[in-house]
């Protein structure tokens, strides 16, 4: 055994260079695993090295693969010898792309790629990161709690969603075809937040950035936020865990209207929260910003959607009750904080 596979065996994060993936690195790490991830540019793995070590206070000893979600190429090289496979990665774009396809595709030729080379090499369990969108796009708000029974109607919603349910729906028929469902677990995450590493980034993230660089007033748009470490955690059990094969799992703490968060940042950090907007803004208003504005044109859809999620599952499966949310609010804007004043 080298050093780099670890007492427990060695995972495959792809996406080690993201918000989730880094955190994912980290926690493995911690618990005596060895770590591969995959990269589309070689030269990021000396950041990402550097970012995890510091963070786990050693070197990680991380290996690092070149390998593309639209290409074929490294797939089996990078999955080679692992016990397990974390597939995390997938292509994310804050504003409606022009053609579906550039979400849609990548992301579900991707996780075919991935897995079937995990199949391949004989793993004993993938873990992939899906989404809620891909289980509350019905066209209209539900009303009650979402469950892992319900599926998002493609026709309904916008590229994102789209992608994040094809390729759910992919991996499922693969496994299904191949006979191995019980080799594959799926998480479901809401919008993720929690202390951030130097070079993290996220939507999520990027909203708790402009509360807290002020804002003449927010959108009546909410979400069900979680913690990247619940998240984490959630992927790690239902990679341990015999009896999560073959399931999916929502990740997800309360739901809170973006004024709600404001009002929490306002009075749980006062001092660096001081911008924080304090009103809402009608959705005419919105609708003139998303014209300039990417990233808030992505959300008009959302404007007075209210969604819940019913996460027994995982807290009975996997043993992973999320964390408070004022928590959460309060570490991510405390890391974002000093990560701009070092």
């Known amino acids: 055994m080298t050093a780099t596979e670890g007492a427990k065996g060695t995972v495959l994060v792809t996406g080690g260079s993201g918000f989730l993936g880094g955190r994912v690195i980290v926690d493995l790490l911690e618990r005596g695993y060895g770590v591969r991830t995959t990269v589309r540019d070689a030269a990021k793995g000396p ?30 090289e990078a999955v080679e010898g692992c016990r397990y496979v974390l597939h995390i990665a997938s292509p994310f774009a804050p504003s409606k792309p022009k053609d579906p396809q550039e979400l849609i595709r990548p992301a579900v030729d991707g996780a075919t790629r991935v897995i079937t080379a995990a199949l391949d090499a004989g793993v004993e369990r993938v873990v992939m990161t899906s989404s809620v969108a891909a289980i509350r796009g019905s066209g209209t708000p539900k009303g009650d709690a979402y469950t892992e029974d319900d599926w998002t109607n493609v026709e309904t919603v916008a590229a994102y969603a789209q992608s994040k349910t094809l390729a759910e729906e992919a991996a499922w028929s693969l496994v299904d075809s191949r006979g191995e469902k019980e080799k594959l677990a799926v998480i479901n995450p809401s919008a993720i937040l929690g202390p951030v590493m130097p070079d993290d980034d996220s939507f999520s993230l990027e909203g708790i950035q402009r509360l807290l660089d002020g804002m003449p007033g927010v959108p009546r748009i909410g979400f069900s936020w979680v913690d990247v470490r619940d998240v984490s955690a959630a992927h790690i059990a239902a990679m341990e865990k015999p009896e999560a094969g ?29 911008k924080a907007p304090t009103r809402t803004v009608p959705k005419p208003v919105v ?8 990233g808030v044109r992505a959300l008009i859809g959302d404007i007075g959607w209210r969604s819940d999620f019913d996460t027994t599952r995982a807290e009975t499966v996997l043993g992973v009750k999320t964390r408070p949310v004022e928590e959460t609010i309060v570490d991510c804007a405390k890391s974002l904080a000093e990560r701009a004043n070092p």
């Open 47 to 76: 950041r990402i090295e550097e970012n995890v070590s510091a963070e786990v206070g050693r070197p990680a000893g991380i290996e690092f693969f070149e390998a593309d979600l639209a290409s074929d190429e490294g797939w089996a």
């Open 246 to 274: 073959g399931q999916r799992f929502i990740a997800s703490g309360p739901f809170l209207w973006l004024l709600e968060v404001s009002e929490i940042l306002r009075e749980k950090m006062p001092d660096i929260a001081k």
């Open 287 to 294: 609708r003139i910003l998303g014209i300039f504005d990417p």
